[in-house]
Antibody, heavy 120, light 106 residues
């Protein structure tokens, strides 16, 4: 059974940093691209970033490029999102999602999400 | 960026009826179109990929159609658990983009 468990959310001040992690299990992690998708309170889904299984490339939404860094540790089956220069508009539930295979691709499994609140 | 536009924003239907949700892309996404369902307090769940292929275990009363720029999700014999928000997503080009969602309500 595929499981994705996010952690690391919380309250952070504007301009601050936060690191999210996603522990994956139930599949061969390094064979699949992974993504982060966020959802602001009461709003729709916004793709944030993706990384292929080999991690040679990374992809970002314009809204986070230069502030967020996606990475993965295939030896630990872990996906991460380092967020810096946080803004109020980054407040959202952040979901870790498994790509079907590559990137871009559809997302066949999602975690429960972790809430990031940017506020003073 | 490919803009995905869903209609209607809200769709009111009754249990047992059929719901038809639309998704339009600002340029062709071929068949690289997925549909997701999100119930309150839950993460999204994949329903359809490749515009018309049902995800594993999805009942046959869910069906997807279309290609290019026009897509439809049809849900027949609506059940109480189907009342949720539905999103389409294109995965042809970066950035992969979602529609704004259609809320299916009673």
């Amino acid at each position: 059974e595929v499981q994705l468990l996010e952690a690391g959310g919380g309250l952070v001040q504007p301009g601050g940093s936060l690191r999210l992690s996603c522990a994956a299990s139930g599949f061969t992690f390094n064979n699949y691209a992974m993504s982060w998708v966020r959802q602001a309170p009461g709003k729709g889904l916004e793709w944030v970033s993706s990384i292929p299984g080999h991690a040679r490339y990374t992809y970002y939404a314009d809204s986070v490029r230069g502030r967020f860094t996606i990475s993965r540790d295939n030896s630990k089956n872990t996906l991460s999102l380092q967020m810096s220069g946080l803004r109020a508009e980054d407040t959202a539930i952040y979901y870790c999602a498994k790509n079907r295979i590559s990137a871009p691709d559809y997302l066949d499994y999602w975690g429960q999400g972790t809430l990031v609140t940017v506020s003073s | 960026e490919i803009v995905m536009t869903q209609s209607p924003v809200t769709l009111s239907v009754s249990p047992g009826e059929t719901a038809t949700l639309s998704c339009r892309a600002s340029q062709s996404v071929y068949s690289n179109l997925a549909w997701y369902q999100q119930r309150p307090g839950q993460p999204p769940r994949l329903l359809i990929y490749g515009a018309s292929t049902r995800a594993t275990g999805l009942p046959a009363r869910f069906s997807g159609s279309g290609s290019g720029t026009e897509f439809t999700l049809t849900i027949s014999s609506l059940q109480s658990e189907d009342f949720a928000v539905y999103y389409c997503q294109q995965y042809t080009n970066w950035p992969q983009t979602f529609g704004q969602g259609t809320k299916l309500e009673i």
